[in-house]
């Protein structure tokens, strides 16, 4: 299993050596399917990039999305206390056994944060939405904190809050792994393989997938995951 650069809905792919990891005995090839691109962003959001550390608190947004199950298993793992949101309530149910700590309403996540650590706010807010949430995540942030913006799926331009930032000496980072070098790509694999596979292996994290597609399915499985319906991750099968 591993990285793709794009057109992985196809029967044959051609990716670098370098990218690819040994599958844990423990899964098969639908769920290895659902691991890559999930656990190396969210670890790579985390630790690299935001460099979460054990007993801090973090807020993870989309928590039913793909990398929001895998970042709020690896959060738990490392011993964080986490906070996720969603528009839809069932969906953080299901995240709390996963290992989120608290589910948040999307509306008004900011407050919620400061009264349950007691205006203490989180270390680090890993963000998918962008321009509509900055405002918030600022908010929720301690001072030193930091944000790491992962997509932008409500929007890109936003009006930034500089004394706050300032004052709480706030740090923002985006980043994506599609448009990264070789060189960077093969160290994000690495650091996977190093720290997330041993977990992937004992059972400790997991894939979380909500269907399987086969080939000729694919449009059905791009409806459902536009309505935003999936839990997890959505799999199109070659038999």
Known sequence: MGLVGGGGQAQYILVHEGLLVEIPDNLDFVQAAG????????????????????????????????????????????????????????????ASKLGLDFGLSSQNFAAEVNRLTNNGGVHVVLDFIGAPYLEQNLDALTAWGRIVFLSTMGGVQANVNLGMLMSKRISMRGCTLRTRTLEEKLTVTRRFATSVLPLLASGKVKPVIEQVYSMEEVGKAHVEMGENKNFGKLIVRVD
């Open 35 to 94: 691991v890559p691109e999930v656990f190396m962003t969210a670890h790579d959001g985390l630790f690299t990039q935001a460099g979460l550390q054990m007993g801090e608190r973090v807020l993870i947004h989309a928590a039913g999305s793909g990398v929001g199950t895998a970042a709020i298993q690896l959060a738990n793992a490392t011993g964080a206390t986490t906070f996720g949101t969603s528009r839809t309530p069932g969906k953080l149910e299901r």
